[in-house]
């Protein structure tokens, strides 16, 4: 069974930063792409981030770029979304989600992180 | 401002059936397969159809997915109260290299 476990999500004052963490199983997670999304409170999805199976295609939203930084570790099957000079509006439920071909079939139950002004 | 757009809300009676618009542009839906996504509250997002029109294993059959241009479409049958969730049509950007999403649309079963 996939299973994607976020952690690494709370409550960080704006301007700080934040790690989030999902753990992979029930899959060879090399062999696939992951992607970060995100959902603000009461609104839709937002993509954050993605990664090709071995790191070498890395993608970002403008919202985002310059500011995260997502990595993957295929020994510890691991997805990691390094979040720095957070803000407001970076609050939101983060999802990570497991990509193949043109889809996301699986997704984590999320990790809230919430950035206070 | 979402790229791929839905509209907000679609409603129908229990049994009927109702369809869920989702409009985009030549960089996304016009080249790339589409994907709907269900989501309750409280819960993650869940795979509903992916390549335009295929069901993953375990989706019934009363969902179904169609694209056109730059256009796509999900259509619900038989509707149940169960079904009221939160929908999305998601794609590939090639011009964002990104992924997108429609701004979700709230189905209510009557």
């Known amino acids: 069974e996939v299973q994607l476990v976020e952690s690494g999500g709370g409550l960080v004052k704006s301007g700080g930063s934040l790690r989030l963490s999902c753990a992979a199983s029930g899959f060879t997670f090399s062999s696939y792409s992951m992607n970060w999304v995100r959902q603000a409170p009461g609104k839709g999805l937002e993509w954050v981030s993605s990664i090709s199976t071995v790191g070498n295609y890395i993608y970002y939203a403008d919202s985002v770029r310059g500011r995260f930084t997502i990595s993957r570790d295929n020994v510890k099957n691991s997805l990691h979304l390094q979040m720095n000079s957070l803000r407001a509006e970076d609050t939101a439920v983060y999802y990570c989600?497991?990509?193949?071909?043109?889809?996301?079939?699986?997704w984590g139950q999320g990790a809230l992180v919430t950035v206070s002004s | 401002q979402s790229v791929l757009t839905q509209p907000p809300s679609v409603s129908a009676a229990p049994g009927q059936k109702v369809t869920i618009s989702c409009s985009g542009s030549?960089?996304?839906?016009?080249?790339?397969?589409v994907s709907w996504y269900q989501q309750f509250p409280g819960t993650a997002p869940k795979l509903l159809i992916y390549?335009?029109?295929k069901r993953p294993s375990g989706i019934p059959d009363r969902f179904s997915g169609s694209k056109s241009g730059t256009s796509a479409t999900l259509g619900i049958t038989g509707l149940q109260t169960g079904d009221e969730a939160d929908y999305y049509c998601g794609t590939w950007d090639n011009s964002l290299s990104g992924w997108v999403f429609g701004g979700g649309t709230k189905l209510t079963v009557l």
């Open positions: 989600a497991r990509g193949f071909g043109q889809i996301l079939d699986y």
């Open positions: 030549s960089s996304n839906i016009g080249t790339k397969y």
């Open positions: 390549d335009n029109n």
